[in-house]
């Protein structure tokens, strides 16, 4: 199977990537901006600075990419790689990004897509909606300490994605050609709102989880203070607010025309990462 580099396979979706197409037989080189231990299996690389970027693709066929988390101008981190990727021969990129990104033709994570289209690359494009696994790492604060999620997206709802299923999707992509040169919007099969998430999370531990509004100006205030880079906090206010406009509501059926199998349920993932929330109040 192909040498495939992994960016960002220490992440939510990238470990569990490199998991699957490890299992397909990939060679999977994965990138990491931390000292390397596995010369055989890692690649420095720190995607902010731009060191590592040349010898990263060195002899790689195909490439998963992403930007990581806490920058907002993402195209200019996205948009050197892509270009790293090309000069070295790479021939296949799957790029992730989020769904609503080609909305705007200005904003940088449409940049780096129209980049990737115009680079000449067979490629596919990703555009997740947002994760389940939120609820067990970066809204997970609110829960342990108040059993509480807080977040100022008001009763709008969200068809919230397994990022199981999205590193699903990556791997079938990245082992098949048959839908190369194709753009999906991943989603789940059900919108919920952020009571209603509560409440499976609440049947699942069987303690009692509630959802709380709050103002945009708490939640900026809320992730500078917990060490959010301003300009990221600034973003994913702008991007929550999308979300309680009904942006993030739509359903689409890529995950079951890619795998074949309908997305990971709400339900299901409560279940499968109940001990995350042992200490909930």
């Known amino acids: 199977m192909a040498k495939t580099l992994v960016i960002g396979a220490n992440g939510t979706v990238g470990s569990e990537l490199v998991r699957l197409l490890t299992e397909r037989g990939h060679a999977v080189?994965?990138?990491t901006s931390k000292p390397v231990t596995d010369a055989a299996r890692e690649v420095h690389l720190n995607l902010a600075?731009?060191?590592?970027?040349?010898?990263?693709?060195?002899?790689?066929?195909?490439?998963?990419?992403?930007?990581?988390?806490?920058?907002?101008?993402q195209d200019l981190l996205l948009v050197p790689a892509i270009d790293a990727a090309k000069a070295s021969g790479v021939k296949k990129v799957v790029l992730m990004t989020a769904m609503g990104a080609n909305a705007d033709e200005a904003a940088p994570m449409r940049k780096a897509e129209v980049h990737l289209l115009n680079a000449g690359l067979t490629y596919n494009i990703i555009?997740?909606?947002?994760?389940?696994?939120?609820?067990?790492t970066f809204w997970i604060q609110g829960i342990l300490e108040h059993g509480k999620i807080f977040l100022p997206v008001g009763t709008a709802k969200g068809s919230f994605i397994d990022a199981?299923?999205?590193?699903?999707?990556?791997?079938?992509?990245l082992s098949s050609n048959t839908l190369d040169n194709q753009e999906f919007d991943l989603t789940g099969s059900v919108a919920y709102d952020h009571d209603a998430v509560a409440q499976v999370l609440s049947q699942e531990t069987g303690r009692s989880i509630g959802y709380q509004d709050i103002p945009a100006e708490a939640m900026l205030s809320g992730l500078v203070q917990a060490g959010v880079p301003a300009a990221y906090a600034d973003f994913l206010v702008l991007i929550l607010g999308y979300f309680k406009a009904g942006y993030s509501e739509r359903t689409t059926d890529a995950v079951q025309t890619i795998l074949g199998r309908a997305p990971k349920t709400l339900a299901q993932y409560a279940h499968d990462y109940r001990a995350a929330w042992a200490s909930a109040k």
Do not use: H, S, Y
């Open 49 to 73: 600075t731009g060191e590592g970027l040349a010898q990263a693709f060195a002899g790689v066929e195909q490439a998963f990419l992403l930007c990581p988390p806490g920058f907002a101008q």
């Open 127 to 136: 555009r997740p909606n947002w994760f389940m696994q939120n609820f067990n």
């Open 29 to 31: 080189l994965k990138a």
């Open 164 to 173: 199981r299923d999205i590193a699903a999707v990556a791997a079938q992509l």
